[in-house]
T-cell receptor, first 116, second 116 residues
Framework: AQSVTQPDIHITVSEGASLELRCNYS??????LFWYVQSPGQGLQLLLK??????LVQGIKGFEAEFKRSQSSFNLRKPSVHWSDAAEYFC??????????????FGQGTILTVHP | DTGVSQNPRHKITKRGQNVTFRCDPI?????LYWYRQTLGQGPEFLTY????????KSRLLSDRFSAERPKGSFSTLEIQRTEQGDSAMYLC??????????????FGSGTQLSVL
């Protein structure tokens, strides 16, 4: 069975500082990997996804993530955080294979607080 | 593209009552998914449809839960004899995989259920 672990429940950074959110997954093969962001009262918004190929993927809002197979990790990074980035971030893994894609397993989330 | 719409946004009910939620996916999206998110946790997969066919149900979906998508467009999720443990955010998502298996999920803002 697939699983996702986000070790940090809550992270606080200063505006302009760099950010790294950790994600470790468990899956028997090369998975589909995703990062979503959720603001209060809003639906989940996809930041970026990894299916195959280049292990460094670029997403929206200046975010990037790196897939490291040897570490079973897919950490999310941003070089300079903006106050509007304050939200909850979820890492998710999806099974490969067309009929299962869309059935995602999410981590428990990391709440990001940004100090001015 | 008006996005995935969910109604109602909030529902408060007494234990033992039945409730029904509605999800209107993005037009022509053939796949529709239901997830449940409890406080402090990531979303958990409940079930999904391809057009009007319900293809998979999670073990989380007890006999008190039933989902339908009668004409392959909107979907309803009904919970009978609600229990306090049913209190959660119920999320709906849709995607169109007729031309590509890699199309992303679009999430609605969810229905927040509180069982008193």
């Amino acid at each position: 069975a697939q699983s996702v672990t986000q070790p940090d429940i809550h992270i606080t950074v200063s505006e302009g500082a760099s950010l790294e959110l950790r994600c470790n997954y468990s899956y028997g093969a090369t998975p589909y990997l995703f990062w979503y962001v959720q603001s209060p009262g809003q639906g989940l918004q996809l930041l970026l996804k990894y299916f195959s190929g280049d292990t460094l993927v670029q997403g929206i809002k200046g975010f990037e993530a790196e897939f490291k197979r040897s570490q079973s990790s897919f950490n999310l990074r941003k070089p300079s955080v903006h106050w509007s980035d304050a939200a909850e971030y979820f890492c998710a893994v999806g099974a490969t294979g067309g009929t299962s894609y869309g059935k995602l397993t999410f981590g428990q989330g990391t709440i990001l607080t940004v100090h001015p | 593209d008006t996005g995935v719409s969910q109604n109602p946004r909030h529902k408060i009910t007494k234990r033992g009552q039945n409730v029904t939620f509605r999800c209107d996916p993005i037009s022509e999206h053939n796949r529709l998914y239901w997830y449940r998110q409890t406080l402090g946790q990531g979303p958990e997969f409940l079930t999904y449809f391809q057009n009007e066919a319900q293809l998979e149900k999670s073990r989380l979906l007890s006999d008190r839960f039933s989902a339908e998508r009668p004409k392959g467009s909107f979907s309803t999720l009904e919970i009978q004899r609600t229990e306090q443990g049913d209190s959660a955010m119920y999320l709906c998502a849709s995607r169109d995989d007729r031309f590509s298996t890699n199309e992303k999920l679009f999430f609605g803002s969810g229905t927040q259920l509180s069982v008193l």
